[in-house]
């Protein structure tokens, strides 16, 4: 197959394929950054109060269902064409993901630990500083890769909403106006790999964070 | 610290129209072993709950050396009671330095000092320090686990422990080695212990009093173990202890207890004076004699056990007037 790669243009559009791979990485870790914040209070309350979980797993999942451009084209009306409407929908994308996920680590916690914290004279807020969060972390990790993953690639889709925005997704919406393939490839591989290389990293920090789940992997 | 009392005064726990524990009073002297024994249903391990407000009572008062349980703050009151629980509950996120260290920083104590009172632990459970500080719990065997439990429970020197069900989650040979190591420890601890089962072996061996609880949270027998084997105050305690209760008996004494024969059998098996008399009949009827020769610690023959003697020590026993 030919790939009909231009490499010169390649060579001469480097600089702004590290400011693209730079502001995609920007818009992506607000949108996680926040979605995760929000989501980890939102799942504290579903698990410390059981009849708000399923509300707020109903509410997240709501939100999931909004399809991303019919999102972006409303905002636009609202906000304009500004970084809010960029990461209003990236935001709530996370949630589904993190809610969920935050909510399942809390519960895996078992209940003979949560007992023993208990009877040892935890207060309830040490009690999930110190023994929740850390033990709910393999699962939070495992949706910190998800979000991360799918906001990767949705940040492309917001170079719909003009040159400023979009991360690497500019130069494969350029391309693809200008039928230009080499120029879609450059936004679209390098998009690709950050995903992979962005979820190596997260599976790296889980291992070095987490030293008792690998004891247990060896013990057993 | 040193051993306090615990008194229940009239304690209840309900749940609507279920009662769990029914009208609960006993009295736990300081530095003894007060085990709750009973079947699934009566109440032994909410009675011990309440005791660090785990569960709240519906109405009565446990006082611990005096104090009302319930005018203390529950965490305070926590962090002052050494908790086992039945699947240990270490948590798996921390090493064994870490789980022993719980208490004593949430307390506050400084680095050096949560430092040296975790090693001292280690070595008085019987855990090396060098091998086990940094493993974590999904690194150890049961037993050790246990262990880890129970240094942890020790931590900040509590005089009152509760143990539910301690050692229900390993296997028979490692729990009598568990169960012998406690007892050794509490030579020396003389804490006051509450300790929950629902074997009625282990009760017998581990208290020094034996709440007996029947469905519904109903005290039925409370004293010494001897006088619960040879007494029984119901039909549901003497089914509860079972058909076999004067070997049971027996098994509370040793052939050191024996005022011995001087040898003249030339066969018969040879016992040892820390032998409890169970096993002493149990090895005499296996051998096919009337009687066993017992040693001492050099090996020497010092004398003969019959069973008759034994038969003797039982009917002495059972006939101690209830304490």
Redesign the interface.
């Known amino acids: 197959m030919d790939l009909n790669v231009d490499v010169a243009w390649i060579v001469d559009h480097l600089d702004e394929l590290a400011y693209r791979t730079f502001q995609h990485l920007l818009l992506a870790s607000i949108a996680v950054g926040i979605g995760f914040v929000i989501s980890f209070f939102l799942a504290v309350i579903a698990v410390r109060r059981r009849a708000a979980y399923a509300p707020i797993l109903a509410f997240s999942d709501v939100l999931y269902t909004i399809p991303s451009l019919a999102l972006f084209a409303v905002l636009i009306s609202v906000t304009g064409i500004t970084l809010l409407t960029v990461e209003i929908p990236l935001v709530m994308y996370t949630l589904v993901i993190f809610v969920r996920n935050i909510a399942a680590g809390f519960d895996s916690v ?1 209940t ?2 949560i ?9 309830s807020s ?1 009690r999930l500083w110190r ?1 929740e969060v ?2 709910a972390v393999p699962l939070i990790i495992a949706g910190l890769r998800l979000a991360a993953v799918s906001t990767i690639g949705l940040v492309t889709v917001t170079s719909i909403l003009g040159d400023s925005f979009g991360g690497l997704g500019f130069f494969i919406l350029e391309g693809y106006r200008r039928s230009f393939p080499t120029e879609l490839y450059f936004g679209a591989i390098p998009s690709i790999l950050l995903a992979f290389l962005v979820d190596a990293l997260l599976v790296r920090m889980e291992r070095s964070i ?3 789940a690998r ?2 992997a ?3 | 610290m040193n051993a306090v009392e615990l008194e229940f005064l009239n304690v209840s726990k309900r749940y609507g129209s279920l009662a769990v524990v029914n009208d609960l009073s006993l009295k736990v002297p300081a530095g003894r072993i007060c085990v709750f024994v009973g079947p699934s249903g009566c109440g032994k391990t909410t009675s011990l709950k309440m005791v660090n407000r785990l569960i709240e009572p519906t109405s009565g008062e446990i006082l611990i050396g005096g104090r009302n349980v319930m005018s203390e703050d529950p965490i305070e009151l926590r962090r002052g009671i050494g908790y086992v629980i039945q699947q240990v509950g270490l948590l798996p996120h921390l090493t064994v330095a870490g789980n022993i260290a719980i208490v004593p920083r949430l307390l506050g104590w400084d680095a050096a000092r949560v430092r040296a009172r975790v090693e001292e632990l280690m070595e008085l459970v019987g855990l090396d320090v060098g091998r086990y500080r940094d493993r974590y719990p999904a690194q150890l065997s049961g037993g050790e686990r246990q262990r880890v439990g129970v240094a942890r429970a020790l931590a900040a020197d509590p005089p009152l422990m509760l143990m539910d069900e301690p050692f229900g989650a390993v296997d028979p040979i490692v729990r009598e080695r568990l169960q012998d190591e406690l007892l050794h420890l509490q030579e020396r601890l003389a804490k006051t212990i509450v300790f929950v089962t629902h074997d009625i072996d282990e009760a017998i061996k581990m208290g020094d009093l034996v709440a007996v609880l029947q469905v519904g949270g109903v005290l039925a027998q409370f004293g010494p173990p001897a006088q619960i084997l040879a007494h029984p105050a119901s039909e549901f305690v003497a089914r509860f202890v079972g058909a076999d209760r004067a070997l049971k008996l027996l098994s509370l004494r040793t052939v050191a207890d024996l005022d011995l024969k001087p040898a003249d059998t030339p066969d018969g098996p040879l016992l040892t004076q820390d032998m409890t008399l169970r096993d002493a009949l149990s090895e005499i009827l296996a051998a096919g004699t009337m009687s066993g020769r017992v040693v001492d610690e050099s090996g020497r023959v010092v004398g003969e056990a019959s069973i008759e003697q034994i038969a003797a020590a039982l009917r002495e026993t059972a006939a101690r007037k209830p304490a």
Do not use: F
């Open positions: 078992p003979d630990v007992g023993a914290a208990d009877g040892l004279g935890y207060t040490q023994v850390p033990l987490t030293p008792w004891s247990a060896v013990a057993s």
